[in-house]
């Protein structure tokens, strides 16, 4: 009798064993489901501050893994868009209405260069700056479309009594120098180049000139095309 109630009693031990061991199980998955979860939401959040685009061409799998003075050079094609007379629009707003309204012909304007191979480098106020590392003509048809983007956008203000919009757009292509600069507390990823200065300065000429777009594809090429 001894024996079959120890026995009884080490099954139920045993039972309770595996119960709680199962538990732990349990809560221990959960907590790791929820840390991958944060997790992805982490590197999604670093991705809209620093494009996968960039970790991939500096070579790195995560923004954490970037340091300071990664560099690599290579060919890519520059793209400046600006709006015209974007001060004046926004004098007579508030704070907020000029938040929403630059994030709404932002939010117009950035998936287009992602839909033809390109990559925001960053925000300047209104204006952007936009990295193709492929084809010159991706970045050509990307101008193409965001100007009828914003055409499209003026129409939709004009028909509520809104003033319309305008933007230049500059593109060139040349060797570039993308890596991280800043310093050790606070960096960012670019490109550094005469290529992005060339790039600017176009897209200066097609305010000057009241041009859509205005492209050089390289160096090499000593005129500029005005669309």
Request: hydrophobic share 50%.
């Given at each position: 009798m001894t024996t079959h109630l120890s026995l009884r009693a080490l099954q139920r031990a045993l039972q309770q064993a595996n119960s709680d061991?199962?538990?732990?199980?349990?809560e221990r998955t959960a907590e790791l489901a929820l840390l991958n979860e944060e997790l992805l939401a982490t590197n999604r959040a670093h991705g809209r501050f620093v494009p996968t685009e960039m970790l991939d061409l500096l070579g790195r799998d995560r923004a954490v893994d970037v340091a300071l003075g990664d560099h690599v050079q290579m060919e890519m094609t520059v793209l400046f868009s600006d709006m015209r007379g974007f001060a004046a629009l926004t004098e007579s707003m508030t704070p907020g209405e000029s938040f929403a309204f630059i994030n709404a012909y932002l939010g117009r304007l950035s998936p287009i260069v992602r839909r033809h191979g390109?990559?925001?480098d960053k925000y300047i106020g209104d204006a952007i700056m936009a990295l193709f590392p492929g084809k010159a003509e991706d970045a050509v048809r990307a101008a193409v479309a965001m100007q009828q983007a914003v055409r499209q956008f003026s129409e939709e203000r004009r028909s509520v009594g809104l003033p319309s919009i305008g933007m230049g757009i500059g593109i060139h292509t040349g060797?570039?120098?993308l890596g991280t600069i800043g310093e050790a507390e606070r960096m960012e990823a670019t490109v550094i180049s005469d290529t992005?200065?060339?790039a600017s300065r176009l897209e200066r000429l097609a305010v000057r000139y009241g041009v859509a777009i205005v492209t050089r594809p390289s160096?090499?090429?000593s005129n500029?095309?005005?669309i």
């Open positions: 061991l199962e538990r732990r199980v349990a390109g990559f925001i060797s570039v120098m992005v200065n060339q160096r090499s090429t500029a095309s005005l």
